[in-house]
């Protein structure tokens, strides 16, 4: 998406809310939603709409990890690294999976198929290891179900 569409897009999006600073983080999700990310050439812009510093709306983006700078992947997988998942070997987990796809934690694959991310608890602690797989949870996860999941992914 060009520069333009992405400044238009959140002009109109902090304007459906009414340029509201208490809607910054509900237009910055609609924004990703939209665009696939909060892209660098939205920040000024609401900033403007919303009698916000740039600094400020940047803090924001970058506080929270599940705004993205660059469009993700078709499909994200989210894996857990937080105790309970490390302690039924979450990191492995991790290694298998950044083998498998031949990416880093954070990063995507090659064919822009793939966004893996590792995330600190996703609420299934009795299941360790989890992750998600395009919002969908799946526990128990070893190397073994990973590729399963992976194979499954169109």
């Known amino acids: 998406m060009s520069e333009a569409n992405q400044t238009a897009a959140a002009a109109a999006i902090a304007a459906r809310h009414g340029n509201?600073?208490?809607?910054?983080?509900?237009?910055?999700?609609?924004?990703?939603?939209?665009?696939g990310c909060v892209a660098e050439a939205a920040l000024p812009v609401i900033a403007k709409a919303l009698n916000l510093s740039r600094a400020e709306v940047h803090g924001v983006v970058?506080?929270?990890?599940d705004f993205r700078r660059e469009p993700a992947g078709r499909h994200v997988?989210?894996?857990?690294?937080?105790?309970?998942?490390?302690?039924?070997?979450?990191?492995?987990?991790?290694a298998s999976a950044e083998k498998i796809l031949k990416v880093k934690?954070?990063?995507?694959?090659?064919d822009g198929k793939v966004t893996l991310e590792k995330v600190y608890c996703l609420g299934l602690c009795a299941c360790s290891p989890a992750m998600l797989v395009d919002n969908?949870?799946?526990g128990r996860?070893?190397?073994k179900t990973f590729k399963s999941a992976v194979a499954e992914l169109a």
Do not use: N, W
């Not at 970058?62 to 990890?65: G, V």
């Open 62 to 65: 970058t506080f929270y990890h």
């Open 105 to 110: 934690a954070g990063g995507t694959t090659v």
């Open 141 to 143: 996860v070893d190397a």
């Open 136 to 138: 969908r949870p799946v």
């Open 20 to 35: 509201r600073p208490d809607e910054l983080l509900e237009i910055l999700h609609e924004l990703q939603e939209e665009l």
């Open 77 to 94: 997988i989210k894996i857990c690294a937080a105790e309970s998942c490390q302690s039924m070997k979450g990191r492995e987990l991790l």
